[in-house]
């Protein structure tokens, strides 16, 4: 790649590495400069730029992420469009993020240019979640460079799966000591099964039993012929030998024990053993707590059909320290109830105006107009609806009964907006009124722009990231602007006060500073059809 001062005349193609303020225009760092760009520059009397220039090996930052994140991509987990040389992965279900940590390293060693962060190796994830984030660092990386680490990401399979937790219908056996108290062991039983219950699986069967091996054995041998798995053992008294009583009872019980102790606090009294393929575990104390522990991990494992013994358990020290701490407060659930909020792939709803009277058109409504065989706007909602974008939302207004037999069998909410006539503006408020209060955003589309695809949309969705002052998003070809925009959540209150027959666009010039120019391959993002002539064209280019 070549970088730095760039004369106009060779400035045609090469990507702004600084942002460019000219009369009446500026663009911003990673602008792809158009023959138009360089012109205005020119006028500008601007000589020279800071630009990047792709050379005959180099190749561009979202092609090259895109390209690593496919091949880390396993099970479980799905990518987000790249943008500006960063592509998501996310979790699709519940389950445990399986990611090979020595592979990880060896892909961030190969060059500058490609990075890859992940999440801890087996953690536990929701659907939705980021699990790891593809970054190429400059605006292009060397193609030697994108082959090798896609051939570390897939040489053993996937460098990242998801493991899906399975069903399973667990065991409990508490044992009693004198002074034992039922109310201890009533909530030891519901924080279990509430462990179990964020699982997948179920508490099947509690049962309890004098502090002996004997009555131990008698009651792990009752839950094995009753098909209990795993059992989980909880001692009246902690284990402190393998010679214990609740290890002894295992034993007497048929199990073997596999494992003592483990290298995680609080969790270091966990017992592992086995019955044939069922697991057995002596619980350390920290288990009657709803709070992280080392249990936790062994029975995720488990549960995601992960190996776990001996050499797993004792690989477990780096990162074991769950204790609180001065100066560490922990990641999860405390006494207070807070927690933090693990990342996830934004939720952005799509709002498809579907309201206007056509007046340009005549007397047909242009989006009951077929182009080859279907609807204007049932090819917008189509795009929509193979798209990342949801819930979908239409606003309906004008000859609301034709408009809603056409969306019918999209079986998408719609809202009447019947203060159509008055403008776009009404129905667009219309529809942010109606979204769900967990849309962190939302893209706004026209029904009228039939050549708007799934990928428009997608390319936006990457985009946004409010933190990195990318809140509104709009797409670009050729240097120029077009729809359909999204919009971050804190300007919807401004987008209801906005009055008569135009969208949000004054926004973006009020907020610059938050807008992310998203350039897409393709000037679908221009054609709207507001006449019959305009109509006829794209019939024909469609023939």
């Known amino acids: 790649m070549i970088f730095g001062d760039t004369p106009l005349d060779a400035a045609e193609g090469a990507i702004l590495a600084h942002a460019v303020a000219i009369p009446g225009q500026r663009m911003k760092k990673g602008r792809r400069l158009s023959a138009d760009d360089v012109a205005a520059l020119g006028r500008a009397g601007i000589e020279t730029v800071v630009a990047a220039r792709f050379e005959a090996d180099d190749v561009p930052e979202d092609e090259a992420a895109t390209a690593i994140a496919r091949a880390c991509l396993g099970d479980g987990a799905r990518l987000q469009a790249a943008f500006t040389g960063r592509c998501n992965l996310y979790a699709e279900q519940a389950g445990l993020a399986v990611i090979e940590r020595d592979r990880v390293d060896r892909l961030n060693r190969i060059h500058e240019a490609v990075t890859i962060a992940t999440l801890t190796p087996f953690e536990k994830v929701e659907p939705g979640q980021l699990l790891a984030t593809v970054k190429i660092i400059p605006f292009a990386a060397p ?6 680490a896609s051939r570390i990401a897939a040489e053993a399979g996937p460098l990242l799966t998801i493991a899906p937790f399975r069903a ?3 065991g409990l056996v ?10 201890v062991l009533a909530k030891t039983a519901a924080v279990l099964g509430d462990r179990l219950r964020q699982l997948g699986s179920e508490l099947a069967v509690e049962r309890r039993c004098d502090h002996s091996a004997g009555a131990v054995a008698e009651a792990v041998r009752a839950q094995l012929a009753e098909g209990r798995d795993p059992i989980l053992i909880f001692g009246a008294s902690a284990i402190t030998d393998r010679r214990d009583e609740v290890p002894a009872g295992i034993v007497a019980a048929g199990a073997e024990i596999e494992h003592f102790g483990m290298p995680v606090d609080p969790g270091n009294l966990l017992l592992l053993a086995r019955h044939g393929e069922v697991p057995v575990i002596g619980l350390p104390g920290c288990a009657r707590s709803p709070k992280l522990n080392g249990f936790d991990w062994v029975l995720q494992r488990l549960f995601s059909g992960q190996p776990v013994g001996r ?3 004792t690989a477990m020290g780096a990162g074991g320290l ?3 701490i001065v100066g560490r407060p922990q990641p999860r659930a405390g006494d207070t109830g807070a927690e933090v909020v693990a990342p996830r792939a934004p939720r952005i709803a799509a709002l498809v105006l579907a309201a206007g009277q056509s ?7 242009k989006l009951l107009a077929e182009i080859d065989g279907k609807a204007m706007l049932a090819r917008v909602v189509e795009a929509v609806l193979a798209s990342q974008a949801g819930p979908v939302l239409a606003v309906t207004g004008h000859q609301a009964d034709q408009v809603k037999a056409v969306l019918a069998p999209y079986d998408i909410p719609m809202v009447d907006n019947p203060a159509f006539a008055e403008g776009l503006s009404t129905s667009m408020q219309a529809g ?3 979204l769900p209060e967990d849309a962190d955003g939302a893209v706004v589309l026209l029904g009228d722009m039939p050549r708007i695809g799934a990928h428009h949309i997608d390319r936006l969705i990457a985009a946004f990231n409010p933190v990195e002052g990318q809140a509104i998003c709009v797409p670009t070809h050729g240097g120029k602007r077009g729809n359909p925009v999204l919009f971050a959540r804190r300007y919807f209150a401004e987008m209801q ?6 969208g949000a666009k004054h926004l973006i010039g009020l907020h610059e500073d938050q807008v992310a120019e998203v350039a897409m391959d393709d000037d679908g993002i221009f054609l709207d059809i507001d006449t019959p002539d305009a109509l006829v064209a794209i019939r024909a280019s469609t023939d």
């Open 311 to 313: 050499e797993e358990i």
């Open 143 to 148: 193609r030697a460079a994108v082959e090798a």
């Open 432 to 434: 942010l009124a109606a």
């Open 168 to 170: 399973r219908r667990a």
């Open 359 to 365: 007046r340009r058109m005549g007397a047909d409504n």
């Open 174 to 183: 508490m044992t009693t000591l004198p002074g034992t108290k039922d109310s």
């Open 497 to 502: 006060e906005v009055a008569g027959d135009v």
């Open 322 to 324: 769950l204790k609180e």
